[in-house]
């Protein structure tokens, strides 16, 4: 029977609600709880869910919404006294929190005159209104809020460029400036190389293993994934690349992406081209077959991540060999196929990449429901597309999905390698590998009482000064039967060996050819946005408050927005609200 309560204007962000609703779901005699706030989208996600009841309509936008499908009554109490103990830790943990706590933008501005950043994290509807604050009080702009209008990306950055402003994101997961890890972000070396990307995994598989290999990162910025669209234009790819440009501590500049529009793309190279500084750029899915006399082009994410190294040290780079695997495999009769399941997006891409230029797949640009292969019984999933993160935590913080995932396709006899990534870092689970490693164990041991020999391959994308502990996250997966390579890209050429398929690597000393481009102007970057990168970031933080708590423990001095929706979310009075304080 469904239960539904109500608490009237209680607001909390959801993440916390999401963590909140699975830890509820564990409680015994629990068939399913959601928490969420009561928005006309929660209540569709209710309906959607199986979750919803009539007395949900009485909600508004500010109240609490619970719904609990429980055996009895009983049940029920217990998971409120659960429900009202999370909510105590919640208040006790803020109030202990030394970062000062403000309500609206003038104490924030206040409380930090020279501040020159806004994390934003909060409801997407919302994150291009407090975005414009942002802007019209100087604040450059790191939105990781998704679901963000196109039209709204485009005002806002149009706007960030007439004040000589950069807004990261819509979307954007990760950034490091001054060495201050953003949001999702590892914690690496600083040195002489900086990164613009238009993919928040890519961007943290590139600087870990720059990390990993001895050299640093000056600054990577994040900008969104659509910021290479027709629409957006490369807006803030263009303002990034001209500040690392002229940044003194950067010597070598990396770009990476998905696939851009086309003559976007031209646009981007054009710009690169004439920046004066050595270039490594990627293009996920492009094969290069040749360079320009200042840009190489990388076909993996690993790729990049030794070119530009070699770049920013002057001298080649020995790279360890692959682990050998036994000799004799041990699979049985049938077991061909390779199931990927990742957490983050540009890893699958990757992977899905990588596996299709081998096993000569037909083209797919296709991503129903996540997939972003499915060829011949061979599958990658991005478990991190709006698929499987509706209502729910992204499966990097909590691996509940992805573990039901496992636990179904280890049961199926064609499948001889389970593709994995594991993602450190802040914003990231604290200790994903203990529950991971369980599952792993758990699958290898059920298909071994099969006769089956089923392998676990994967990478970690981490350093060793994430707060997770990259050595301690290796053991545990390596005590599980689970094969850890270096980089995503060696443990998706493992997985293929594995099947009995090879992946050439590339040589990295393609032929280099002039090329017709256009002579651009490299314009300075603005003086607000060449200050940005001269030391680490002052933020006002609106939205998640786990993410004021990294920067602080990182060094930056923060101000936490504590923001509820304006007019207790109700939109006609919002929208009044606006037009009255633009008067």
Known sequence: MLHIIIKPNLYQDSVSLMLMSNKLSGIEGVNQVSVMMGTPANIDIMKNTGMYAPELDKAAPSDLCIAIDAENGEIVSTVLEEVEQFLKNQATASASNKVEKVRTWDRAVKAMPDANLAVISIPGKYAAEEAMSALENGLHVFMFSDNVAIEDEKRVKDFAKEKGLIVMGPDCGTAVISGVPIAFSNVVNKGNIGVVGASGTGIQEVITLIDKMGAGISHALGTGGRDLSEEIEATTMLDGIRALANNADTEVVVVISKPPAPKVREQVVALLANIGKPVVAIFMGEKPESYLPTIKFAHTLEEAAIMAVELAKG???????????????GLASGQTKIRGLYTGGTLAYEAATIMKESLHAAKDNKHDEGYLLQYDGHEVID???????????????DGTTRFQFIEKVAKQSDVAVILFDLVLGYGSHEDMATPLSKVVKRAIAEAANEGRKLYFVGSICGTKNDPQGYDTQLKLMQEAGAIITDSNFSAVRTALHIIGHEVQVGSRELPVQEADLPNVTVAAPSEELKQLLDSKPRVINIGLSSFADNLETEGSRVVQFDWRPVAGGNEKLRKILSILNKM
């Open 315 to 329: 001298s080649k780079l020995e790279v360890a060999p692959e682990a050998a695997l036994p000799a004799d495999l």
């Open 383 to 397: 478990l991190g597309d709006d698929m499987y993160t509706q209502g729910r935590p992204h499966p990097m913080i």
